[in-house]
């Protein structure tokens, strides 16, 4: 018999990514706990390597690699309230950025360009069964996300205030609330189900601080994009599952336009995820996966230097076990590929550096515990 649920514990890897692959997503914002069976909790810590190296179109030398490894950790616990309503609280960390551009006599157009930004969500969800194959879930985010943004080099022109190149602008931490909706469909006989869920935008009004004004406190107001995931998986054979999910991003609508930069500092293109899996069940106690990510390459290659990639492909591989019928532990890795993409500035868009041939390798471990 399938071990209907063993798909829940396959590797953080397998959603982790670059920050600039999807916008500023960093974990797809997973609901998948929520029907694990029984009370359960986890731990999840995911780090991403990346390499992002470009080619300075002034001088043909390297920009250096502009991108910083991250971690990414999440925690969650799933409690039965009555046979029919559960209850799951999320912890993670879905939005962020690490992009420097190192000083250099070789990459002058770009080089002290930098943006940082973190994100900490807390979702709190409730999910309803009507029977054994017709469910809804909603709940709560709560959102806090800060940033700082510098813009340097001579694509930026001189110095404020006749030009951007020096400028920098901090948005201080501030929380916001957003909201999850979704349903799903479920046979369990053959370990179907279909979960779609809604995540709505997320209004922030940062604190904003520029030196262009030295002093003066402005606010600026940025949306965090809504979203649509689609989750998919169904058996296919003893022990073997497919799966795969859809999500798609309206990144275009996060704008970062502070006071005193006259400009979108952020300019992001929506986008849709693709992935596609097996996983396989080896023993009452082993199980594996392999999955493959896609997500397709904007016709516009030039893009934000803040985000120079366009698209990726990804491979992922990863191994739970069941140390007892109480706790498992899953690990595995996942390489993306990364788009190639050139990074523009002013106004008409002017390509300033061109990235290609650059990648990402991701590695995740997922302890769980029933009680």
Known sequence: MMKTQFLAAIPLCLSVTLAQAGGLDRNGQPIGILFEEGNYAEFSFGRTSPSLTGTDLATAGPTGDVALSFNNVALGLKMDITDQLSFALIADEPFGSDIQYPVSATSP??????????????????????????????????????????????????PPPVGLSGYNVALDADTALGYVVGAAYEIPDIALRVALTYNSEIEHEFDTRENVAPGVVSTTNTTVPQSINLDFQTGIAPRTLLFGSIRWAEWSATKVRPQGSGVDLIDLNDTTTFTLGLGRQFTDRLSGSIAFGYEAEDDDTLVSPLAPTNGFRSISVGLSYDVDDNITVAGGIRYTDLGDAFAETGTPDTARASFSGNDAVSLGLRVGFRF
Do not use: C, K, M, W
């Open 109 to 158: 157009l770009l080089g002290g360009t930098s943006a940082f930004s973190s994100s900490t969500a807390l979702t709190g969800l409730l999910r309803y069964e009507f029977d054994d194959r017709i469910s809804v879930h909603g709940g709560l985010r709560v959102l806090r996300t800060d940033g700082n943004i510098t813009l340097s080099g001579q694509a930026y022109g001189p």
